[in-house]
Every structure is written in C-alpha cells, then in structure tokens.
C-alpha cells in the first residue's frame, strides 16, 4: 500500500487527508464519521473470506481481521452519515464482500485470463485495458469508452454485491469499478490512481471527482 500516494492524490486534488488509527471501537469510528467529510478505502490487505461467507483456499491468502472489523463497521457509520466513500484496489474488494458479493481469492489460482493483473515496478505504467459502461457515473466524469489502466492485485471482485452497479470491466470480463446508485458518491476502482494521477489526467480526475463530492 502507498499510504503517501494516497494522501497526495487527495492533497493536490484540493483535500486534507487524514489517516485514522487502526481499531474497531465503534465509539471512534461513529466520532470518525462524523468528524469526516468523506473516506478512502485503501489498498493493502487480503480480504478474509469469513466476510463473504467463506473459507481460505490458498496458502498465499494474507489478512488483518482487525482492519475488516474496523472498516465492516466504518462502512456502516458511514452509510448512516451518508458520507462520500471512494475504493481502490482492496477498496473495492472489501467493499463488494461487505456489501454482500464475493471474491476471487486468487486470480491466478481460479482464472487463465492472460490479461497482466499483477504488474512489476513501475507501477504508474498502464499495463490493461478497462471497458467503461456509458451508462456510469464513471463515464460521464470521463468521457471514454476504454481506459489503459495499471493493475496490482490477485484479489478481484467475483459476483457483484446487489447494492452496486458495474462501472468498468477488463479486457477479460474481470469487474474493475462499481459504484452504488442509490447514494450520492460511493466508487470503487481496482486499479491504482494514486501511483499514477501524477502522470495520468484520468486518475487525477478520479481524486478530484471523490473530494469534490467531500465538499
């Protein structure tokens, strides 16, 4: 996880981020959403398969049950405040599995798709291509029909959970951004935006976009 690319993205996209501590006192987490104007959900950890109903399948599968606790209950802390939430990578993953989806828990291990999800440094280099639906919110900040992406992972979103729609797909059918329709801004993306918004319009347009909505 780049926590500094994180909070660069938010600052030169015009916000103030702020990392909170790691803990599942509900107490913190209800002043925390209170507090806050919006919240990014970040890269990083697996997602533990008990928060979609399942069980580990790969020896490579490596979770902080701590932070799934925290960010099960920030999640509902902020869908009560109806706060702006913007996912990235694990982002999107966790936020499907809590949602009620499902995941891929290895995407080498349960798919042959050939497309590069994986990719070496550097990591700003767009090494996939994303079909955008027309009909997303996504395509309307951006414009595009098809975006070159970069791609860290071997988790992915597998059945999408029924309160989010699909923004984007890969090249091979993988789900690469959702949002939830019924909630004024509330994204995910499986890509990473905060390695490239330096270099990539797009992904800074995605920063911009969240702390717009955090205003």
Not at 29 to 52: I, N, R, W
Not at 80 to 100: S, T, V, W
Not at 141 to 170: C, D, F, G, W
């Amino acid at each position: 996880m780049d926590a500094a690319g994180y909070m660069e993205g938010i600052t030169a996209a015009g916000g103030l981020p702020v990392m909170l501590p790691l803990t599942d006192e509900e107490e913190i987490l209800k002043q925390a959403a209170e507090m806050c104007d919006g919240f990014l959900f970040t890269g990083g950890h697996d997602v533990s398969p008990e928060v979609y109903n399942s069980t580990s399948k790969f020896d490579n599968i490596e979770c902080c049950k701590m932070r799934d606790s925290m960010e099960m209950k920030l999640l509902r802390e902020i869908l009560i405040e109806e706060k702006p939430l913007l996912g990235i990578c694990r982002g999107i993953q966790f936020l499907n599995a809590a949602m009620g989806g499902t995941l891929y828990q290895d995407l080498p291990g349960e798919t042959d798709s050939g497309i590069e999800h994986h990719q070496s440094p550097p990591y700003d280099v767009p090494v996939h291509k994303v079909k955008i639906e027309t009909d997303s919110p996504l395509y309307r900040l951006l414009h595009t029909e098809e975006l070159a992406v970069n791609s860290y992972h071997h988790q992915a979103v597998r059945t999408i959970a029924p309160p989010l729609k699909v923004m984007a797909y890969a090249e091979d059918g993988i789900i690469e951004a959702v949002y939830m329709p019924s909630r004024k801004f509330v994204w995910a993306v499986q890509w990473h935006p905060e390695f490239s918004y330096l270099t990539d319009n797009n992904s800074f347009m995605i920063f911009e976009e969240f702390v717009n909505n955090c205003k």
